[in-house]
Each structure stands twice: as structure tokens, then as C-alpha cells.
């Protein structure tokens, strides 16, 4: 893991202390709320329905166990006892009082952390696949990558007041767990026929209103020249990018409205402009950083573990979660595993501060003492000798973090939604509760296999719906709560938009419509396809009419009662 240096130390002291002051300006009413707001979205503090609302960074998804432990305590002293991750890798306190967050932000420093860049028109958290230095699959570790970048965005003095937000993801495998397809900016870590490390780049991906999937740009760019082509699109996307409008200021616009072929053209000049060597870092700090990614002292074992393939015989529920959640490591005789905060009826996402202090010890003690956050609001432990599985196992029961369902039906993304946020139209976490209690039984789940469901509570996408091979959009319609229900979409490297069934459906309804899918699944799929891998072969059709007949049906009973 990356630790700071004294110049992020001192950058992130002096931040504390600049925001206390104006936090102290704020509630003696020196600064009204409109002087305030941009101060407060430049350290993650957003004014919810209910509340503030403060984002933590955790940069690229990677937190220590002493770490998570300041956040139960920060849950604990200042919140409601929870904290809340989200799709971009970060935690969310969702109850903070304003007169508390310059102390909030004073203990995250303490721990090497903050909250600079989680919010406003800048470069955001930039985010990595969860697996990252462990994957089997892995051309090269993206972390490194992560980290440079944001060290080269944070406060950088030309991008702190973009057209709109930038999000930037990486992947250094072939199997994109990063979602990059769907990003500002997507980084795949790639090798050319001779052999020398680059990346892939795309551009003008993102959600939302008017949802994109990123053009590749660049087919190869040498390792070392990132940082200069990176600027080059930061400064086209910041001179070119709406600032009239916002709804059309996001650089997936620029590049739909100016045409792949031109915008690629403009970068490549501006790149041309560049002077590299003074742009990109030097190897030395290059070197520097990656050093803090070294692969840990691994033991030397064996790669299969007798204690653990006995107690898989003796537990099912044991065996049933290393299948579900197991990741296959690239170290013999280690494991990595995803713990979910899918609890079924659970809110996903949520962590309570006693299961936060709970993890921390078992990082510690099961896995080098580090965890990683995922985009689709669970957690990983990257380093566990399968030895210790059935230990691990165990503890993680105790605090209902055993959940066998990574991937699954039941593993839900979901925003806040309606119960927090103030731009929401419609709930997501009942929505999510409730689907989730349908298909709660895990013989049921196991059978249905693969799907991941993802709910957002306004058109802004939080919850990523639109690459849900399953997703649900809520919206107001009448004074009413409307939900909108599309299946084919994909965040992985085959990405790919979902396409809408039919007309929005009451809440009451959603879980009913789901299953009727899922059964129209199971009737459709051919051996063992993946829902998805379904729907690419039928097309939307058959999920269509089976979306028209569930809607039918629900008008009959209505009419008859």
C-alpha cells in the first residue's frame, strides 16, 4: 500500500485547517450558503435531503485495517453508527453535523486519509479493479498506475475547475472489473508485440442522463508517456467542454458532438504540443511508487489446502462460499475472497461501525492487514492462505459478513436513493430489499446463477442501472414512484447499454416483474449461459413480451379486486 510522504502530509494538514476556518465563517453566517457550497464540494461535503453528507476518498479501492478502524470510530462518534460504500470506491457518512467535520477530517488525516476531490468539477477518486496485484488474469498491476494519477490530479493547478466532474478508471487485466468502458477516461494495461507495458486508452464514457459507452482512442501508448496524453485530453475536454450547459458539459458530449475521428485528432495535436519529459514523471518517482505495490512475503505453500478441502467436505455453507466468493489467486495456496454487504434484506453497501472494527481485525490477522473496496459496494480481502479459510469463516459469520453471494441475484447494486438524496426521484434500497427477499433462497440463486442487478433512484445513474444486465430506473410519474426496467446492459469489456422493456412499473410491482424475467431466463438460456450471454443470443424480445405479460396480468388482478 501506498503511504505519505511529508509533502502529502502537509498538503492534507493544511486543507483540515483552511476548511475548519471556513466551516467557522459558515455557521457564525460570515459565509452565506451559496459563498460556502463550492469550499464544501471541493472537500466531499454535500447537503443531502436529510443531512451533510461527507465522501471519503479511498483511493483505487485500498484501505488498511487501521484504516477501517478510524472509520467505526468516525461511523461511531459522528454518524449513525454506519457507513455506506459506493460504485466509486469510497465510504459515505451520511448524518455528519457541520461543526463536526473539521474534526472528522482531523482523524482521517491522522490515518492518511481525506476527503479532497470527492466532489465538484474536478478529477475524481480514480478507481481499480478490486483484484489488482493478485489476479491470475493480470497483464500488470494497475495500482501504481492509480496512485500516479492521483498524485498528478490532486490540485493540479489547470483541471481544478473542469467543464463538469471526471472519473477515471483502470484495469491491468484482460477481464475489465473496472467498469473503464464507462468512465471519462478508461486505462487498460496492455503489452505490444514486442513486449513493452502500455495502455489502451478510451474516452467519453458515463452514465447518467445521456449514457455512453467510451471510444478507444489510442490503441497502444507507451508506460511512460501517460501523464502527457492525459493532460492532452484534460486540456481539450477544459477548453472545448459545455460550460453553458450542464447537462451537456461531461466530455462523453464533446466527443459524441465533435465526432471520434476529430476529437482523437485534436488530442493527438495538443499531445504533439506537449513536452513530454517535463509532463511525465521520471522513472525514479515512477519507481518509487510502484515499490509501495510490491508483491508482499507470500508463504511458500502448497496449492491446494487438505485442512481446507476437509472442512469444505464437513460444511456446506462453507463450501457454498469459497465457490460463490473464492477468487482464484495468482500465489499458490492463497485465495482472495469478496465479502459481501449484501445481506439479504440488508441495505447494500451499508457497514456498521462494529462490523468496520470487527473487519479491521480480521485484515490483520487473514490478510496482511489490507482489504479493497469494490465498484459494486462490496469489500475484498486480497491475501488469504486457504489454510486459514475455515477460521476466516467462522469469524465472518459471527458478524454477518458471510453472505454467500458475490455475483448472484441477491448482489444488488443500489444508491441511496429517496431515503438520502436530495436529487433522487424515487427509492432504491427498498427496492433492492425486496428483490433481494425473492430470491433469498440459495438453491434458487445458485440455479439462476450470474446476474447482477443494479438500481439507481434518478436519471444521474448512481447506481449504475444502465449496465445492469438487470436495470431499474426510478423516477417520479404522477406523484407516484415509477420504475423503468431494462436488461441487456454490461460493464465489463463487452459493454454494452441496457434497452428498455416497456412502460415504468409501480414499486410494489418490481420484484414481480423480475422474476418474470428471470423465469423467461431459465426457459431461454441454452446449457449454461449467463443471463446476459442469454439476452446477447435472444435479443430483448422474449424478455419484452414476458415484461408485457407480467404488466397485463398485474391489470387484471387489479381490475378483479
Known amino acids: 500500500m501506498y503511504r505519505y510522504d511529508e509533502f502529502d502530509e502537509r498538503f492534507v494538514r493544511e486543507r483540515v485547517a483552511q476548511f475548519g476556518e471556513q466551516v467557522k465563517r459558515r455557521l457564525d453566517g460570515s459565509l452565506t450558503e451559496d459563498e460556502f457550497k463550492p469550499l464544501r464540494l471541493k472537500n466531499g461535503l ?3 435531503l436529510h443531512a451533510y453528507m461527507l465522501r471519503v476518498a479511498i483511493p483505487y479501492g485500498t484501505l488498511s485495517g487501521r484504516q477501517l478502524r478510524q472509520l467505526a470510530k468516525i461511523a461511531r462518534d459522528y454518524d449513525k453508527g454506519y457507513g455506506h460504500f459506493t460504485t466509486r470506491q469510497n465510504i459515505q457518512f451520511n448524518w455528519p453535523k457541520l461543526k463536526d467535520v473539521p474534526a472528522i477530517l482531523d482523524l482521517l488525516a491522522d490515518v492518511e486519509m481525506h476527503a479532497i476531490q470527492t466532489s465538484g468539477n474536478c478529477i475524481r477518486n480514480t478507481t481499480a479493479d478490486q483484484f489488482s496485484g493478485v489476479a491470475a488474469d493480470e497483464v500488470e498491476d494497475p495500482r501504481p498506475t492509480a496512485e500516479l494519477l492521483r498524485q498528478w490530479s490532486s490540485q493540479h493547478p489547470e483541471f481544478v475547475w473542469l467543464p463538469r466532474k471526471f472519473k477515471i478508471a483502470v484495469t491491468g487485466a ?16 496492455r503489452r505490444n508485440e514486442a513486449g513493452e507495458p502500455g495502455y489502451e486508452i478510451s474516452v467519453g464514457g458515463g452514465l447518467g442522463r445521456t449514457p455512453m ?3 478507444v482512442i489510442r490503441e497502444f501508448l507507451p508506460k511512460d508517456e501517460l501523464l502527457a496524453y492525459v493532460e492532452a485530453i484534460m486540456r481539450v475536454y477544459n477548453a472545448e467542454g459545455r460550460r453553458d450547459n450542464k447537462f451537456k458539459a461531461r466530455v462523453k458530449i464533446l466527443v459524441h458532438e465533435t465526432g471520434t475521428e476529430e476529437f482523437t485528432a485534436r488530442v ?43 472442512a469444505r467436505k464437513a460444511d456446506a455453507g462453507l463450501d457454498r462460499f469459497v465457490e460463490q466468493n473464492g477468487f482464484a489467486h495468482k500465489q499458490p495456496g492463497y485465495i482472495a475472497l469478496t465479502i459481501s454487504l449484501k445481506p439479504i434484506g440488508g441495505v447494500p453497501g451499508d457497514m456498521s ?18 482489504l479493497r473496496v469494490t465498484h459494486s459496494q462490496n469489500l475484498v480481502l486480497p491475501y488469504v492462505k486457504k489454510d486459514d479459510l475455515p477460521a476466516l469463516y467462522a469469524e465472518l459469520k459471527t458478524h454477518d459478513l458471510a453472505t454467500a453471494n458475490a455475483g448472484l441475484v441477491t448482489d444488488i447494486i443500489a444508491c441511496p436513493g429517496l431515503d438520502y438524496c436530495a436529487l433522487a426521484t424515487a427509492k432504491s434500497i427498498p427496492i433492492a430489499q425486496e428483490i433481494a427477499k425473492t430470491f433469498a433462497d440459495d438453491a434458487r440463486q445458485k440455479a439462476i446463477g450470474e446476474l447482477p442487478i443494479k438500481i439507481s ?43 428498455r422493456l416497456g412502460p415504468g412499473i409501480d414499486a410494489e410491482d418490481v420484484p414481480g416483474a423480475i422474476e418474470a424475467l428471470v423465469e423467461t431466463y431459465l426457459s431461454e438460456r441454452e446449457g449454461s449461459e449467463s443471463f446476459i450471454e442469454t439476452v446477447r443470443r435472444t435479443g430483448a424480445d422474449p424478455f419484452k413480451a414476458s415484461f408485457a405479460g407480467f404488466i397485463e396480468t398485474r391489470a387484471a388482478q387489479e381490475a378483479a379486486e
Not at 274 to 302: C, K, M, Q, S, W
Open 174 to 189: 484482460e477481464h475489465d472489473r473496472a467498469a473503464i468502458r464507462v468512465h471519462d477516461i478508461g486505462l487498460r494495461m
Open 353 to 370: 461501525a462494529d462490523q468496520m472494527e470487527a473487519f479491521a481485525d480480521i485484515a490483520e490477522r487473514y490478510s496482511l492487514g489490507e
Open 457 to 499: 433512484g434518478c436519471i444521474n445513474a448512481c447506481g449504475h442501472h444502465h449496465v445492469g444486465a438487470i436495470g431499474i430506473l426510478g423516477l417520479e410519474k404522477g406523484g407516484r414512484e415509477n420504475y423503468q426496467i431494462t436488461v441487456g446492459g454490461d460493464a465489463t469489456e463487452h459493454a454494452s447499454l441496457g434497452e
Open 46 to 48: 454535500y447537503l443531502q
Open 213 to 215: 459507452i467510451g471510444k
Open 268 to 310: 493527438e495535436e495538443e499531445y504533439a504540443k506537449l513536452d513530454g519529459p517535463t509532463v511525465n514523471a521520471p522513472l525514479e518517482e515512477v519507481e518509487r511508487i510502484a515499490a509501495y505495490f510490491a508483491p508482499p512475503a507470500y508463504e511458500d505453500l502448497p496449492a491446494e489446502s487438505v485442512t481446507l478441502g476437509e
